[in-house]
């Protein structure tokens, strides 16, 4: 068989997909279907594309099919590469007296400043408001430039965060913000994918988790504002909620389901609650010990040490 890739957008959230369009023998069909539901089973995986849909026909004269496959789009942009392209927007916003004392002060609570690094902004002789955003803007690229390509997306989140946050309130910072998101999030995962003929050989996946609780520990659908006071409490971040979900077992798909229905943080981060006690896609389990790891997982330690146990 053989097959083309096209970029498509959902015009109704300006999303960017990659649709890959392939025409197979009869033969082959088995392998192509066997491809679409190792996608499925593994789409949110941290090392696997994640897969959005999937479509196919046959030839009414028989002997091909012809197979839609839809999946994020890969571009290639490191979480460096993105913050560097919005970089000569950025010093001019972020250095403004009355902003950068802002932005500074979020950026200490997500550990991405130190006071000593502000101070050494800060004290520099003949500083500009141009000139302290630079400084600013060139430390934040430098904890972005980093080998672990993990680190380096969390970190352009929690500034993304930063940037969207009601604190800091700029409206050209929040666009930025969400700009950067987007693209974010479209370039976290690898292209990995099966190859169709290792298809027979792949290992056998795991089945779908039950919904029966076993563990007393367990907390259910009826505990959702318990959960939500508890991270409140913790005074864990709400604009951090995609990282939770994520590390609570919900896969992309179902997060950015979630990102599409105007609500603001604290909306999504319910939703993600409720999905997650609902043990939807990958979730393990619903403790209060889970709960505390994913939360540890966003790198907010501290919210991570306030929540309960049990």
């Known amino acids: 068989g053989y097959g083309f890739v096209f970029v498509a957008q959902d015009t ?21 279907k066997q491809e679409i539901t190792f996608l499925t089973q593994l789409s949110g995986h941290p090392h696997i594309i994640n897969f959005i849909g999937a479509a196919s026909s046959k030839d009414p004269a028989g002997g091909s099919a012809e197979f839609l496959i839809v999946t994020e789009l890969i571009t290639g942009e490191t979480p460096a590469d993105i913050f560097q392209d919005k970089f000569g927007e950025i010093p001019p916003l972020i250095g403004k007296e009355a902003n950068f004392t802002t932005v500074t002060d979020n950026l200490f609570a997500k550990k991405l400043i130190t006071k000593k690094e502000i101070a050494g902004i800060t004290t520099q002789h003949n500083l500009d408001d141009n000139k302290r955003g630079s400084a600013l803007a060139m430390h934040l690229f430098d904890k972005i430039d980093v080998d672990d390509d993990d680190k380096s997306a969390q970190c352009l989140q ?8 009601k604190n800091v309130n700029n409206e050209e910072l929040k666009k930025i913000g969400a700009d950067m998101r987007k693209k974010l999030l479209s370039t976290t995962a690898t292209s990995q994918v099966w ?3 290792a298809i027979s050989s792949a290992p056998p996946q795991p089945s779908e988790p039950t919904t029966t609780q076993t563990n007393p520990n ?8 318990k959960v939500l006071n508890a991270l409140n409490k913790a005074m864990f971040g709400p604009t951090n909620w ?3 979900g994520l590390s609570l077992g919900l896969i992309a798909p179902t997060l950015d389901t979630i990102g599409r229905t105007n609500g603001d943080a604290e909306d999504y981060l319910e939703k993600t609650i409720q999905k997650w006690l609902q043990r939807k896609d990958q979730v393990k389990g619903t403790t209060w010990k889970i709960l505390k790891e994913a ?3 966003t790198g907010d330690n501290a919210a991570a040490g306030r929540i309960p146990s049990h």
């Open 218 to 225: 367990e907390l259910n659908v009826g505990d959702v504002q």
């Open 195 to 197: 190859p169709t003929d």
């Open 242 to 244: 995609r990282s939770l």
């Open 295 to 297: 939360v540890a997982s």
């Open 158 to 165: 929690k500034i993304c965060d930063v940037f969207e946050s």
């Open 12 to 32: 109704s959230t300006g999303i960017d997909y990659a649709l890959k369009r392939q025409i197979v023998a009869s033969e082959n069909i088995k392998a192509i």
